[in-house]
């Protein structure tokens, strides 16, 4: 499957203008409204569940940044020169971050429970570790986007990731239903959102062979 493409190759590059267009339009369509999300989060989670939550958060994209070094940026810089080597460079790039950022998880865990942190809080970095996957592919996802200079699927991405989280966690936090309910709806919407950003990929630039491969 090569989506309506007959190979990345050939993907027509947006203009400058245009690129800038589409991700102006995208930030201020969704920034107040995400804004005004934030600000409900904190206010209806309370200072020590919305404090763990970030924690949580925090823990396990730190340990992901040790992992994955400078993947994505040599993704766009490789793409962008290179594109016919889209499927087989990018669908190891993406196999790689799929796995270190797994792995990230697995570390912090770990280190949650050599410190001895208090179990509801590990709880918390358990699920931030699925968070954490979702949202390590669907920023390498993005790098696609900016290699073959079509930024508006990424203002489109953007949008997506904002309203996948409000749609997944508005409910859970007007029916108070707690810190682990909303991180377990905010890692679903990050599911939803690298999915459908993964989808855009397929059907506008083509579909990545996801193996392993060592040189180009």
Known sequence: MRGRFHSAAEVKRESILTNLTWLAAGNIAIKPIWFVFLLMTARFLGAADYGQFMLAISFVSIASIFLE???DILTVRELSDHPAEFEDFFGSTALFKLFSSIASGIAAISVAFILKINWALIDLIILASFYNVSSTLLTHFRTVFRAFEILKYEAISAVVEKLSAIVFCLGIL???????????????????????????????VGMPRLRPKLTY
Do not use: N, Q
Not at 186 to 192: G, I, L, R
């Open 69 to 71: 070094g400078v993947v």
């Open 174 to 204: 007007l029916m108070h239903l707690g810190v682990t309910l909303y991180t377990i709806g905010f890692a679903v919407s990050y599911m939803v959102s690298s999915s459908i950003t993964f989808l855009l990929i397929v059907t506008k």
